[in-house]
């Protein structure tokens, strides 16, 4: 019970003002950097070139002579070009780059036998391309090469690529040399063989199947679908299933076992309490355990599974069946393996050897410490519910702050 007029600030209470002073201090330190930089500096920084149009929002003081009044206004800073000198640098650099790229697979301009790479821009130079091909039939604008039906001495072919940096613009011209392609035998064989099949399927197109032919070259054609492999994963899936419910169970067993010690420190008080009331009604601790299991038992389907009680069923069947008193009460205190019911049956135990006329004051002090355990424990979850529940808000915190920096950090950069 919280006492009246008094006022517990906890844990999480605590934690939320420290995270809400923090990330508002946060805020006021880039706030503080972004106005001292305007102050001191009347200078905003240019995007590079090809970077576009960068937008600054600034409050310019001065404008209302009267009131003084701050204005807010949005200043477009277009991106920065190249002087000429600095552009034939770059467009120097550029060519020597695109020759590199533009290769590809191929091992030169002289000898280009597979597709090209056209680039559409160089970034890290702000520069801008668009190519146009001499012959488009032999080379697109895309780098594609259509080299099926060139010859062996192969044929010239020019390329332009337009580049410009916003201001500065540069023509490229390459001189390529396009040749056939290689193949293999394999490849030959099978184009060879496609060309044939092609054949059949214009003759055969009245027919519902297309009948493949049976030989080739003078050899007999065996044909296969190919092997579906994907079967193969599923061993892989099976051991991975295997070990997440093993993990599975792992973590579901250490979640019972925690469960089940909450559960008898719970319910320890209560114990103590009956057997205090019990044992003061002049019942022995035999009997106070006979009906405190008989008590739970009557509940009958009803009843929630509390593992302190059924310890103490156990308990009783024990003494039903002949075992001792003494050793009854010390496995009752080893199945429950927590240090207050250790406690609790060794002084049934010694109660069993040295008489139980003090036992009923010793258990009412016990009683006592108990319920103060129990207060405590209450207390602790309930500040471990309240730590868990801080998880979305913090997530909610980032969001929020986010969305207020990141423009910021825009705007000031």
Partial sequence: MRDKGKFTITKTQIACVAAGIILCAAGAVISSAQARAMSESTSLKRAGPGQGETIYEVEVSGLDKEQQKKISVKIPVRERTYSEEEADQVFKEARLLLEEQILGENNSLKEVRK?????????????????????????DTLGTVHNEKVNEEGEAVMVLARATSGVH????KFNLRILPRVFTEEEKAADQF???????????????????????????????????NSYRIFPVLGIFMAALLYAKEGVKKRKGDKLR????????????????????????????FSRIASGYEG????????????EIVRTVSQLGSGVSESKAFGDFGRRCALQPYLKLSTLLEQSQKNGSRQLRQVLELEMVSAFEQRKNLAKKLGEEAGTKLLIPLFLMLLVVMIMIVVPAFLSFY
């Fill in 299 to 310: 509940d009958g389907k009803k009843r929630r599974i509390r593992p302190a009680y059924e």
């Fill in 115 to 139: 597709d090209l790479n056209f680039k559409t821009s160089l970034g890290d130079y702000g520069i801008k391309l668009r190519w146009e091909s001499e012959n488009p039939d032999l080379v």
């Fill in 194 to 228: 496609l060309a044939l099949a092609g054949e059949e399927d214009i003759r055969q197109q009245t027919e519902d199947y297309l009948k493949l032919p049976e030989s080739y070259s003078g050899q007999k054609l065996n044909y296969y679908f190919p092997s579906d």
């Fill in 261 to 288: 010690e909450q559960q008898l420190l719970f319910d320890y008080s209560e114990v103590v309490s009956k057997l205090v009331v019990y044992i003061g009604a002049g019942l022995t601790v035999r009997s106070a």
């Fill in 169 to 172: 613009e540069k023509i490229y």
